[in-house]
T-cell receptor, first 114, second 114 residues
């Protein structure tokens, strides 16, 4: 059984629209991460989240992005006004409780901005 | 800042050949963790191994083996007797500090043919 799931698996949206990507860990975790991978490129860090606060973010994570845990379990990434260049695979990751400092990735959400 | 270099963009081998994927991780920190992930055509990121900077013992898991040499900052990955199912993009990455961002290399695409 996967430790983390992501919904939706694929999202198509129009430029300028808001999207919310969801990450659902199977059990309690302390650290959450979002990464993105533009097609054919490397995986890039966006943001890390600990104790209901952002602990670190990259230059990519600008004001158009936000993260939260609205109900204490789901972990969401919101893009307020999508741009064409936001088209990518977005991965949620968690630190495995059983293995210190080991990041386990969800299956990803493919976001296509038209 | 950390830097991960995977100099090999693409490697093509015939099934049953051995293949080594190179990775160089550069950081000023003395404590860090190194990782390898596999990304098959389906797109998910599959965790393969984590090593810490104090453990230079080689590790073997079935047909996979890893060689970490701190003196050269290299963390190479060898697949013995490659199979078609090994065809994927392999990413090397590193983490410095506790629950910190994972910095990925650009990946090596491995194509195993019959």
């Amino acid at each position: 059984e996967p430790e983390v799931t992501q919904t939706p698996s694929h999202q198509v949206t129009q430029m300028g629209q808001e999207v919310i990507l969801r990450c659902v860990p199977i059990s309690n975790h302390l650290y959450f991460y979002w990464y993105r991978q533009i097609l054919g490129q490397k995986v890039e860090f966006l943001v890390s989240f600990y104790n209901n606060e952002i602990s670190e973010k990259s230059e990519i994570f600008d004001d158009q992005f936000s993260v939260e845990r609205p109900d204490g379990s789901n972990f969401t990434l919101k893009i307020r006004s999508t741009k064409l260049e936001d088209s990518a695979m977005y991965f949620c990751a968690i630190d495995r409780i059983s293995a210190y400092n080991e990041q386990f990735f969800g299956p990803g959400t493919r976001l296509t901005v038209l | 800042a950390q830097k991960v270099t995977q100099a090999q963009t693409e490697i093509s081998v015939v099934e049953k050949e051995d293949v080594t994927l190179d990775c160089v991780y550069e950081t000023r920190d003395t404590t860090y963790y190194l990782f390898w992930y596999k990304q098959p055509p389906s797109g998910e990121l599959v965790f393969l191994i984590r090593r810490n900077s104090f453990d230079e013992q080689n590790e073997i898991s079935g047909r996979y083996s890893w060689n970490f040499q701190k003196s050269t900052s290299s963390f190479n990955f060898t697949i013995t007797a490659s199979q078609v199912v090994d065809s994927a993009v392999y990413f090397c990455g590193g983490v410095t500090g506790t629950a910190s961002k994972l910095t990925f290399g650009t990946g090596t695409r491995l194509q195993v043919t019959l």
